[in-house]
C-alpha cells in the first residue's frame, strides 16, 4: 500500500501543489475529485477569500483536500484559526520554518506536510514532527531554494536523511517523470506547472497560453536576494536581469516589481509586465487539458513505464 494515499486518504499519490493565483477551489477540487489530493493555495488570499473558497470546495467534492499555507502569510495567525474552526484536515505548509505550527495543527487533528528544497530542512521537518516531507528541485515553478539543487539529485539524498513519507516536486510532467521520483525514493508526487496550465486553473488564459509556448531555456531562476524565483523571461524578467547584473540590491528590486507583481502577471494576464511564475517543465506541455485527463494520463504513462522497466534485461 502507498503510504501518501493511506496517509491522506486519497487514490493516487498525486497532490497538486498550492499555487498563487491558479489554485482556487474549482482546480483543487478537480484534482480530488480525479483521486489526487487538490490544495487550495491560501498564499493569493485574504482571509475572507480563503473562507470562501472553504466553503465551495466542500460542496464540490466530498473527497480529502486541503490548503496550502505559506508560512510568511501576513495575517498566519488568523488564518490558522480558520483552518482550525472550518475542521480543514490537511494542511502543507512552506515558506518557513515548520517548527512553530505543526504542533498547533497536530493538536487541532491537523495532518501536516512541510515543503523543503534540501536534506537540511528535511532534517528540521522530522525533528518538528511533520507527517510528511515535500521534497522540491530546483526546475520547480514558484518560490525555489536558494541552491539550485535538482530534483533528480535533491530526492535519493533527502530518503536517506529520512524515513518519513516523502513527496517529490520540481518537473514532473509526465507519468515517466513519476515513476522515476519514485525509483529515487519518494512515496508520491507534488505537480504545479502542469495543473497550473490545466483547464480548471484560475490563472488568465493569457497566462497559460504564453506557458504552453515556452520553449527550453526561457524561465529563469531569479530574484536570490528577495525570494529565489523561478520567471519566465519576459520583459519585467529582462530588467530584473539587468538589474541583478550590475550587484542591485533588494530595494531596488522590489521597485522593479512594483505591487502585486504576480497577481498582474498570472491572473491579470500582463504576460510582459507582470511576473510569470511557471515550472521548467512548461516547455513540455503544448496543450491545456482538463484535469480528469492530465491524471488519467499521468497514471496510463505511470504504469506502462513501470512494465516497461520491469522488461529491461542488462
Ligand atoms: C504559478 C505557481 C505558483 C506557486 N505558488 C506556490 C505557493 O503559493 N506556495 C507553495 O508552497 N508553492 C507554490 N508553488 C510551487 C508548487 O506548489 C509546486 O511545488 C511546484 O510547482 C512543483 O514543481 P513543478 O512546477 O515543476 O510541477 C507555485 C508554483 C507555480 C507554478
Known sequence: MNRICNLFGIRYPIIQGGMVWCSGWKLAAAVSNAGGLGLLGAG???PETLIEHIHKIKSATNKPWGV????????IDRLIDILIAEKVGIVFTSAGSPKKYTA????????????VSSSKFALKCEEAGVDAIVAEGFEAGGHNGREETTTMTLIPQVRQTTSLPL???GGIGSGQAF????ALGADGVQIGTMFALSEESSASEAFKKRCIN???GDTMLCLKKIAPTRLVKNHLYNRVAEAEERGAHAEE???ILGKAASKRGIFEGDTE?????IGQVASAIKEIKPVSEIINTLIDEYEMTISKLKSLSF
Do not use: C, Q, R
Open 253 to 255: 528590486l522590489k521597485e
Open 214 to 216: 515556452l520553449d527550453e
Open 167 to 169: 513527496i517529490a516536486a
Open 179 to 182: 515513476a522515476a521520483a519514485t
Open 44 to 46: 493569493s488570499m485574504h
Open 104 to 115: 498547533k495543527f497536530h493538536e487541532a487533528g491537523i495532518k501536516v506536510a512541510h515543503v
Open 273 to 277: 509586465n507582470g511576473e510569470l511564475e
Open 68 to 75: 496550502n499555507v505559506p508560512l510568511m502569510y501576513p495575517e
